[in-house]
C-alpha cells in the first residue's frame, strides 16, 4: 500500500489542526463547514488512536462502518463477503493508521483502503464461480441515509429522463442490478459519485484519477448504465 512510511512530523502538526472557529464557519456555506467540522473531528480522533486510545478507534469505526460497507456491498453484492471486507479495512486501519500524514482527509485515505481491498477481493472472487447472492435493493443497507453510505442523489437523476422517474421502485431495482453488471472500473465511479455522492475532488483523491480522465470515464459509465436500461424504460 502506498504511504507506508512513518508519518513524519510535519504530517503529525496537520493532524492536530484546531478546531475552527464559529465566525472562520460562519464564512462558510454549510456544506463546506460540515466538511471542515468533520476532517478537523476525524484528524483529532487519529491523534487520539496513534496514542493508543482504542475508544477513538470505536468512534470512527462507528462514523464509518456503514458507507464502506455500502461501498462494499454494491461493488460485491453478497452480504457476507460486505461484511468481511469492511471489517478487513478497519482491521487495515488500525494497523496503518502511522502512515496517515495528515496531509489530505482522513475520509478519502479510508476509502483509498477500501477501494484497494475490494479491488484485491474482486480478483480474488473472479473465476471462482462467485455470485451476488442478493439483489441489493432488498438489502436494507442499500438505502440508508447518505450519512449512512446510502444513496445521496438517486440513480434514475443520473440515468432516465422524467417519464421514466414516475417509474419509481421499479426502475430503481432495475438501475441496481444493471449497476452490477458494469465492469468493475465504471461502476466504482458511479458509487463514488452518483450513489454516495462523493465529490469529484475527492473521487480524484482516491482513485488516483487525473480529473479529465476521471469525467470522461465517469460519463462512459453513465452512458452503459443508461444503454442497459433502455429494456426497462419501454
Given at each position: 500500500m502506498s504511504g507506508s512510511a512513518e508519518a513524519s512530523p510535519k504530517g503529525q502538526e496537520r493532524a492536530e489542526e484546531?478546531?475552527?472557529?464559529q465566525s472562520a464557519l460562519a464564512k462558510l456555506d454549510p456544506a463546506a463547514a460540515e466538511r471542515k467540522r468533520a476532517d478537523v473531528r476525524d484528524r483529532r480522533l487519529v491523534?487520539?488512536?496513534?496514542?493508543?486510545d482504542e475508544r477513538a478507534f470505536e468512534e470512527l469505526v462507528g462514523l464509518y462502518q456503514?458507507?464502506?460497507y455500502g461501498l462494499m456491498l454494491r461493488m460485491i453484492g453478497n452480504p457476507e463477503e460486505a461484511e468481511d471486507l469492511a471489517q478487513e479495512v478497519f482491521i487495515t486501519v488500525h494497523r496503518a493508521i502511522n502512515t496517515y500524514r495528515g496531509?489530505?482527509?482522513?475520509?478519502?485515505w479510508l476509502y483509498r483502503i477500501a477501494t484497494n481491498t475490494?479491488?484485491?477481493?474482486?480478483?480474488?472472487?473472479?473465476?471462482?464461480?462467485?455470485?451476488?447472492?442478493?439483489?441489493?435493493e432488498d438489502t436494507p443497507e442499500a438505502h440508508g441515509s447518505a450519512a449512512?453510505?446510502?444513496?445521496?442523489?438517486?440513480?434514475?437523476?443520473?440515468?432516465?429522463?422524467?417519464?421514466?422517474?414516475?417509474?419509481?421502485?421499479?426502475?430503481?431495482?432495475?438501475?441496481?442490478?444493471?449497476?452490477?453488471?458494469?465492469?468493475?472500473e465504471h461502476r466504482l465511479l458511479i458509487v463514488l459519485?452518483?450513489?454516495?455522492?462523493?465529490?469529484?475532488?475527492?473521487?480524484?483523491?482516491?482513485?488516483?484519477?487525473?480529473?479529465?480522465?476521471?469525467?470522461?470515464?465517469?460519463?462512459r459509465a453513465r452512458i452503459a448504465l443508461r444503454d442497459r436500461l433502455k429494456a426497462h424504460m419501454k
Amino acid at each position: 500500500m502506498s504511504g507506508s512510511a512513518e508519518a513524519s512530523p510535519k504530517g503529525q502538526e496537520r493532524a492536530e489542526e484546531v478546531e475552527p472557529s464559529q465566525s472562520a464557519l460562519a464564512k462558510l456555506d454549510p456544506a463546506a463547514a460540515e466538511r471542515k467540522r468533520a476532517d478537523v473531528r476525524d484528524r483529532r480522533l487519529v491523534r487520539k488512536l496513534r496514542q493508543g486510545d482504542e475508544r477513538a478507534f470505536e468512534e470512527l469505526v462507528g462514523l464509518y462502518q456503514n458507507r464502506i460497507y455500502g461501498l462494499m456491498l454494491r461493488m460485491i453484492g453478497n452480504p457476507e463477503e460486505a461484511e468481511d471486507l469492511a471489517q478487513e479495512v478497519f482491521i487495515t486501519v488500525h494497523r496503518a493508521i502511522n502512515t496517515y500524514r495528515g496531509e489530505g482527509r482522513f475520509y478519502t485515505w479510508l476509502y483509498r483502503i477500501a477501494t484497494n481491498t475490494c479491488k484485491n477481493r474482486i480478483k480474488y472472487l473472479r473465476g471462482r464461480n462467485f455470485h451476488r447472492s442478493v439483489p441489493v435493493e432488498d438489502t436494507p443497507e442499500a438505502h440508508g441515509s447518505a450519512a449512512e453510505g446510502g444513496p445521496v442523489v438517486t440513480l434514475q437523476s443520473q440515468v432516465a429522463g422524467p417519464e421514466a422517474m414516475t417509474e419509481g421502485t421499479r426502475l430503481e431495482s432495475a438501475i441496481q442490478r444493471e449497476l452490477a453488471n458494469l465492469d468493475e472500473e465504471h461502476r466504482l465511479l458511479i458509487v463514488l459519485r452518483d450513489v454516495q455522492g462523493m465529490s469529484y475532488q475527492d473521487i480524484l483523491k482516491v482513485t488516483g484519477l487525473q480529473e479529465g480522465t476521471l469525467k470522461s470515464r465517469l460519463h462512459r459509465a453513465r452512458i452503459a448504465l443508461r444503454d442497459r436500461l433502455k429494456a426497462h424504460m419501454k
